[in-house]
């Protein structure tokens, strides 16, 4: 098989931030500065990273962005709290609060209390309806909306593909089938989870294959159509003595083994998680914009 085409993330990813660029711009000239608070309960190492970087790409951009680390003893009600001051400050116009949060945290609770026109994570109920409403007021959730902004770049076509979603996650599978089956996609869509059965076979019918599983390179060479188009979303943190970190990020597919046997493939890194970032940055914008009444 000739070698695949490599969906590159960071390029992707890249160009939408360019555009967001301009759009911050745009909006500042009216009097407007976009404003995301990311709140993180406990201190997983993985989670800080994210938010390092969501941070970041805030200030590169001209946002203005709060960053709000809570211990991992915060109670429900003062986290309750902090999402209640956030929905009424003016210069928020995004809230995310980094997921999942330790144990005793209801997070449901909390998705809940979120201002719906300030959910940019498209987690709120109301933005979960919208979505399978097809109504582009709401928020798509910035992973799966970032897989679908890879695969319209790169000139990937939806429309009557067999998709195959593997996972059914509120943050990524199940938001994932809605955009590939919405009327501007119209892909034939499976999703499945941990207990289907034969899950390679139902891999194999795949054009346009998802993994959003958690399982280090689990999707195998055999589970994949020759020709298919393969999004690994999984970012997962193997031991790597090899490496300073003492780790190394891998996805849920085998990427050396199954790279050869399709047509389009993403890495991860440089894959999905920089679009996530992206599409953030772009979600925010949208509520800025929404909140602040510019067209
Ligand atoms: N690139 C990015 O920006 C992002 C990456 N991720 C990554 O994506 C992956 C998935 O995340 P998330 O959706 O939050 O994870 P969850 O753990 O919430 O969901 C995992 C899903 O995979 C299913 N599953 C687990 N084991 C198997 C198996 N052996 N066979 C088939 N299905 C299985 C589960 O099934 P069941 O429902 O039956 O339990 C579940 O639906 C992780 O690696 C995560 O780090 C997540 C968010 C953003
Ligand atoms: N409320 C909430 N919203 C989220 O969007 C959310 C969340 N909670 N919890 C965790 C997951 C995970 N996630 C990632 C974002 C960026 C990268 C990313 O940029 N990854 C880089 C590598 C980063 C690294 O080096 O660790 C890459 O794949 O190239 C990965 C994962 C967002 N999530």
């Keep these: 098989m000739s070698s695949p085409q490599i969906l590159d993330g960071k390029l992707v990813a890249a160009a939408v931030l360019d555009e967001c660029r301009a759009e911050t711009a745009a909006l500042q000239a009216l009097g407007v500065t976009p404003g995301l608070a990311v ?14 970087s969501k941070v970041r790409t805030c200030a590169e951009l ?3 962005s709060r960053k709000i680390e809570l211990p991992a003893e915060t ?14 400050d003016p210069a928020i116009h995004g809230i995310l609060v980094q997921s999942p949060p330790p144990k005793h945290i209801d997070e449901e609770a909390i998705v809940r209390a979120l201002d719906p026109c300030k959910d940019v994570d498209g987690f709120h109920p109301e933005n979960v309806a919208k979505l399978v409403l097809e109504d582009p007021t709401g928020f798509v959730p910035c992973t799966p909306a970032g897989c679908m902004k890879l695969l319209e770049t790169s000139g990937i076509e939806t429309s009557g593909a067999e998709a195959v979603v593997i996972g059914r996650s509120m943050i990524v599978g199940k938001p994932m089938a809605m955009l590939l089956v919405a009327k501007n996609s119209n892909a034939t869509v499976t999703i499945a989870h941990s207990r289907s059965k034969d899950l390679p076979a139902i891999c194999r019918r795949a054009d346009i294959l998802i993994a959003a599983v958690g399982r280090p390179e689990m999707v195998k060479a055999d589970w994949v159509k020759p020709g298919a188009v393969v999004i690994d979303v999984g970012i997962n943190r193997v031991t790597d003595e090899s490496k300073k970190s003492g780790y190394r990020l891998t996805g849920d597919v085998a990427f050396e083994e199954v790279a050869p046997n399709c047509s389009a493939i993403t890495p991860v890194p440089g894959g ?5 970032i992206a599409m953030l940055m772009k979600n925010t914008l949208q509520a800025a914009r929404q909140l602040s009444g510019v067209k």
Aim: negative net charge; without cysteine; glycine residues 12%.
């Design 39 to 52: 709140v993180l309960v406990g201190d997983d190492p993985a989670s800080k990273v994210y938010v390092g």
């Design 62 to 64: 001209g946002f203005h």
């Design 75 to 88: 109670t429900q009600e003062q986290l309750l709290e902090v999402v209640r001051d956030l929905n009424a």
């Design 272 to 276: 999905v998680g920089p679009m996530t």
